[in-house]
């Protein structure tokens, strides 16, 4: 079992930034790749960026050169972080584990507003 606990979302004005944290618990050793999903109203949820535990890393088009996901292995912790956003970001942010079961976090808002 994997547990996985987000934090970060907020309400932020276009072209600002958000960090967004999440951090792993129980099993985390079986853990393969981690990845954060975002699903706007209307929508279906999407693909964001993902990292595999070998380091490589994935982006959605809509994000490349604005979306960073990272880790730190010593605190269990992934982040993604938001640069340049844009009103289209908006959206409820989850993580994602994969060991392979899969695993959610419970989402966090991200509001992109002026």
């Known amino acids: 079992q994997v547990q996985l606990l987000e934090s970060g979302g907020g309400l932020v004005q276009p072209g600002g930034s958000l960090r967004l944290s999440c951090t792993a618990s129980g099993n985390i050793f079986s853990i393969i790749s981690m990845d954060w999903y975002r699903q706007a109203p209307g929508k279906e949820r999407e693909l964001v960026a993902a990292?595999?535990?070998?380091?490589?890393?994935d982006y959605a088009d809509s994000v490349k050169g604005r979306f960073t996901i990272s880790r730190d292995n010593a605190k269990y912790t992934w982040y993604l972080q938001m640069n340049s956003l844009k009103l289209e970001d908006t959206a409820v942010y989850y993580c994602?584990?994969?060991?392979?079961?899969?695993?959610w976090g419970q989402g966090t808002q991200v509001t992109v507003s002026s």
């Open positions: 990292l595999a535990r070998g380091g490589s890393t």
């Open positions: 994602h584990a994969t060991t392979p079961r899969s695993y």
